[in-house]
Nanobody, 130 residues
Framework: QLQLVESGGGLVQPGGSLRLSCAAS????????IGWFRQAPGKEREGVSC????????DYVDSVKGRFTVSRDDAKNTVYLQMNSLKPEDTAVYYC???????????????????????WGKGTPVTVSR
């Protein structure tokens, strides 16, 4: 069974940190571009971050630049999202998603689009509150 499983969410105070993990089973992530998305209550799902196949390029939504870092460890079949200086407005369910890419991507900017993702996890909730 092909699936993505997110973990690492939870309750954290403003200014705190969390590291989310996205682990794949049934397939290997090294052939995929990986995106992190989030959906807050009453809002549409938005793209947060994207990492290319091969890890040579990353992208972030403006609201998390300088605070979030995406990385991948293909040997562990896992992608991470390190979230620092968390704010209440970061509260959401966070999803990872994978899009198969034919070749290893270089350093060109990549963007993960909701509509082109092949696989989705079920999400992990993040709550930033005192």
């Amino acid at each position: 069974q092909l699936q993505l499983v997110e973990s690492g969410g939870g309750l954290v105070q403003p200014g705190g940190s969390l590291r989310l993990s996205c682990a794949a089973s049934g397939f290997t992530l090294d052939e995929y571009r990986i995106g992190w998305f989030r959906q807050a209550p009453g809002k549409e799902r938005e793209g947060v971050s994207c990492i290319s196949r091969g890890g040579g390029s990353t992208d972030y939504v403006d609201s998390v630049k300088g605070r979030f870092t995406v990385s991948r460890d293909d040997a562990k079949n896992t992608v991470y999202l390190q979230m620092n200086s968390l704010k209440p407005e970061d509260t959401a369910v966070y999803y990872c998603a994978a899009e198969r890419i034919a070749t290893i991507e270089g350093l060109k900017r990549v963007v993960c689009f909701y509509s082109t993702m092949d696989y989705w996890g079920k999400g992990t909730p993040v709550t930033v509150s005192r």
